[in-house]
């Protein structure tokens, strides 16, 4: 199985849900940017204090202190066999600086209609006391606008009305075009069509352990 993997796809597409079960599936590390900035704030690292300095000061976090957090963390043990690493690189620099550190054996694309992801974000409801997700179609709550985990309040964000939708898969497919074309060049991508629905994204799961086996 190619072990080293990078994970792409725009809003919508459930790269996150994906990645969380083949991070199960294959007994890799799942590594998300996110997850990696609280990691340094919280133990307040020189890189956290650095990040947060520029955060503060309203300014963009450089792909320097990102890259050099990224090289940080794949170089710790759990990270010997493999990895997925989601939300970086974003953008070309970033790109041929994780080359410079380390092998990328495949880029996975998750893939879908903007009709499938529009439909599927605007259906998006979240409990604005402990943030559980729901959809009104695929993961209702069992009472209607009540959280089935606190009893909260859930509601439709702001970000996930259809004319917001548009405009974040418009930014998505700017900022990405390049970094698609940049691995698409070394013939690593691979495509996952993700426009199934809900319930049958363990077949999905299965295409891609078929097409990544040893």
């Known amino acids: 199985m190619k072990k080293k993997i990078i994970i792409l796809g725009s809003p919508g597409v459930g790269k996150g849900t994906y ?18 900035f609280r990691e340094h704030l919280k133990k307040k690292t020189e890189l956290g204090k650095k990040a947060k300095k520029i955060v503060n000061e309203g300014g963009l976090v450089p792909d320097e202190i990102v890259s050099e957090m990224v090289k940080h963390r794949l170089a710790q043990e759990d990270c010997n066999n493999g990895w997925l690493l989601d939300g970086y690189p974003r953008n070309i620099n970033q790109a041929e600086t994780l080359q410079s550190f380390t092998k990328v ?16 974000l605007s259906g998006r409801r979240v409990c604005k006391k402990c943030g559980a997700t729901y959809h009104v179609r695929n993961v209702p709550p069992k009472s209607e606008g009540i959280c089935d985990k ?23 497919k700017k900022q990405t075009a390049p970094l698609i074309s940049f691995y698409q060049k070394r013939d690593l991508i691979t495509d996952v069509n993700v426009n199934s629905e809900y319930e049958k994204r363990y077949e999905v799961l299965e295409w891609i352990k078929e097409k990544f086996k040893d």
């Not at 990645?19 to 990696?36: A, N, Q, W």
């Not at 606190?150 to 998505?172: A, M, N, S, V, W």
């Open 105 to 120: 054996d495949s880029v996975l694309r998750f893939v879908a209609d903007k009709k499938v992801i529009i439909d599927r």
């Open 150 to 172: 606190c009893g909260g309040d859930i509601y439709q964000r702001k970000d996930d009305k259809p004319e917001f939708i548009k405009t974040r898969l418009k930014i998505y």
């Open 19 to 36: 990645t969380r079960l083949l991070s199960k599936e294959f007994g890799l590390p799942h590594i998300s940017t996110g997850d990696m």
